[in-house]
T-cell receptor, first 119, second 112 residues
Framework: GAVVSQHPSWVICKSGTSVKIECRSL??????MFWYRQFPKQSLMLMAT?????????EQGVEKDKFLINHASLTLSTLTVTSAHPEDSSFYIC???????????????FGPGTRLTVL | GQNIDQPTEMTATEGAIVQINCTYQ??????LFWYQQHAGEAPTFLSY????GLEEKGRFSSFLSRSKGYSYLLLKELQMKDSASYLC?????????????FGSGTRLLVRP
């Protein structure tokens, strides 16, 4: 299947610092990437939709100034959690929708996730 | 409104067959997906249905009835490694971003 990577896989930071998470589609181009957050034993909650070259679309209740998204190229989107607090501790997962390459364009492929712990 | 329902938990025996149901009510419909997610890992794609009927992929099959707003994932010859959460997700036709709306997931426990 399609390969989507995330970096870092886990991060521990102090309260008040900012953390950047990268999401890359390795073998296909993705004009659209999605960022999700998942708390323990809960399902995926969509945070925002990231389109290459344009501003991200945030879901209701997600603070765009706190969760900065940049989709600078067809293979890279970044999520920056600014001034992180303990309640931001969660599993952050990105997905990418393919528009070219060998993979079906109808499918979202997920990265391995980033576990953020804010002390 | 958007609503996707799945059972919260299911238990089955190794070697058996289990069916995980999903019902949905969305403003539009442009495909239904099933994903498998092991604890602490990201979801992996299992199947995609956009037309009515059964799609078979090895031990896994997925069925869709658009008129009933209903899908199921069928797992045959269960193995211990199939213990995971199974997520049903619908893509809304009315949304050009192709975003998915996820159900809460069904935690499947396979016992020896």
């Amino acid at each position: 299947g399609a390969v989507v990577s995330q970096h870092p896989s886990w991060v521990i930071c102090k309260s008040g610092t900012s953390v950047k998470i990268e999401c890359r589609s390795l073998d296909f181009q993705a004009t659209t990437m999605f960022w999700y957050r998942q708390f323990p034993k809960q399902s995926l909650m969509l945070m925002a939709t990231s389109n290459e070259g344009s501003k991200a679309t945030y879901e209701q209740g997600v603070e765009k100034d706190k969760f900065l998204i940049n989709h600078a190229s067809l293979t890279l989107s970044t999520l920056t959690v600014t001034s992180a607090h303990p309640e931001d501790s969660s599993f952050y997962i990105c997905s990418a929708r393919g528009t070219s390459g060998p993979h079906p364009t109808d499918t979202q492929y997920f990265g391995p996730g980033t576990r953020l712990t804010v002390l | 409104g958007q609503n996707i329902d799945q059972p919260t938990e299911m238990t089955a025996t190794e070697g058996a067959i289990v069916q995980i149901n999903c019902t949905y009510q969305t403003s539009g419909f442009n495909g239904l997906f099933w994903y498998q997610q092991h604890a602490g890992e990201a979801p992996t794609f299992l199947s995609y249905n956009v037309l009515d009927g059964l799609e078979e992929k090895g031990r896994f099959s997925s069925f869709l009835s658009r008129s009933k707003g209903y899908s199921y994932l069928l797992l045959k010859e269960l193995q211990m490694k199939d213990s995971a959460s199974y997520l049903c997700a619908v893509r809304d036709q009315m949304d050009s971003s192709y975003k998915l709306i996820f159900g809460s997931g069904t935690r499947l426990l396979v016992r020896p």
